[in-house]
């Protein structure tokens, strides 16, 4: 039997993936002293299931799954899934003493199967329905309703997706990412004239919008992977805007920003997926180094004020919010400052411990 309690995690995330939301809440638990044991993405191909210790407070599963998720698309079929799996996640774990559970799969209604007495935390990042294909929308509907019915609080990461799980599962809460860092104040520099973009460069980027900067004089730097079908853009971009420059890739902790006024995120804003966004997972990172942000106008974005970020619909609006921050960037840190002091760590720790140690449970 292994020492100690454990916090189980499901995903369909590597480990080693890029660092997302999961990858977060790991290493929170972790840094409270919690144990983890993460199931990683489940393989349909290697049929070998196994437990791997990476340290004492830190196991990586590898499991087996009949179906692919986007396969499940009837009762049998998910039924007979299942099965298997718990008795595969059953098995793996039977030489281990559980804590509670954080299930980041919308399609893991079985779980209360196999954890009867621990409590079940779900956490719903994506809009899963509205990433269905369409002969199967009707089934990740009921499967995305079994899980947070059959989970004792449910967590989702934009307002949008909180108002459709709530009405799978009262207990439904906002759960946003954090600043990973606290906030340093930037230092002052009369030069700072950059607008930065910092993500993952592809095809969900509104390309009209940045070619209007360009040709507004806007100085625009990328950094970040940029995608295959993206590099004959970028490399044409290199060649005809003198405002373009491609800074290539840096961990948030090494992102230079002396120079930068303020950081867009100009999403191509047509997609359920897009207008469901809150805030992103690199958002509160950008705050916290000093730089307010600039989004399009999308629905459900978090409410602030305009000095932490600004909401454009044309060119014309990101020219005056270039203006705005060009004359009033340092008069506005007390604003992010203050707005962060909420956006920490222990804020979301505190706030996914108070569902676990709830006495309300799920019978």
């Not at 995608?227 to 230079?256: H, P, Q, V, W």
């Amino acid at each position: 039997m292994a020492d100690g309690n454990f916090v189980v995690i499901f995903t369909k995330t590597n480990w080693n993936e890029a660092p997302r939301i999961r990858h977060q809440i790991t290493d929170l638990l972790r840094k409270k002293g919690k144990k983890v044991i993460f199931f990683q993405k489940a393989s349909q191909s290697r049929f070998r299931s196994t437990i791997t210790k990476v340290d004492d407070g830190f196991y990586l599963v590898d499991y087996y799954e009949l179906l692919h998720h986007q396969l499940k698309f009837t009762s049998s079929l998910v039924a007979l899934n299942n099965v298997l799996l718990e008795r595969t996640i059953s098995t793996l774990l039977k030489n281990f003493e559980v804590d509670f559970i954080i299930n980041f799969n919308y399609d893991y209604s079985f779980l209360k199967n196999i954890f009867q007495k621990e409590k079940i935390i779900t956490l719903i990042n994506d809009d899963f329905i509205a990433q269905a294909k369409n002969y199967r929308k009707s089934m990740a509907k009921k499967l995305l309703r079994d899980t947070c019915k059959n989970s004792d609080a449910v967590f989702g990461v934009s307002y949008s997706i909180v108002k459709q799980l709530t009405h799978y599962n009262a207990n439904t809460k906002l759960f946003l990412p954090w600043a990973l860092e606290k906030y340093v104040a930037p230092s002052h520099n009369l030069s700072r004239n950059v607008v930065l973009f910092y993500g993952y460069i592809n095809n969900r980027l509104n390309w009209k919008i940045i070619e209007e900067m360009f040709e507004h004089n806007i100085k625009l730097r990328f950094v970040g992977p940029v995608n295959d079908n993206c590099k004959e853009r970028m490399a044409s971009y290199k060649i005809k805007y003198k405002t373009f420059e491609y800074a290539g890739m840096s961990d948030i902790e090494e992102l230079y920003t002396e120079d930068v006024l303020v950081s867009i995120i100009p999403y191509i804003e047509d997609s359920a997926e897009i207008q469901a966004i809150t805030i992103n997972n690199k958002a509160f990172n950008l705050l916290s180094k000093g730089l307010p942000l600039i989004y399009p106008d999308l629905p459900n974005l978090i409410k602030v004020n305009k000095n932490i970020i600004s909401k454009y619909k044309s060119i014309d609006d990101i020219d005056s919010i270039v203006e705005y921050f060009s004359e009033f960037f340092y008069n506005i840190q007390n604003d992010l400052k203050v707005f962060l002091e909420e956006h920490y760590e222990n804020s979301r720790y505190q706030l996914l411990m108070s569902e676990v140690e709830n006495d309300n449970k799920l019978v």
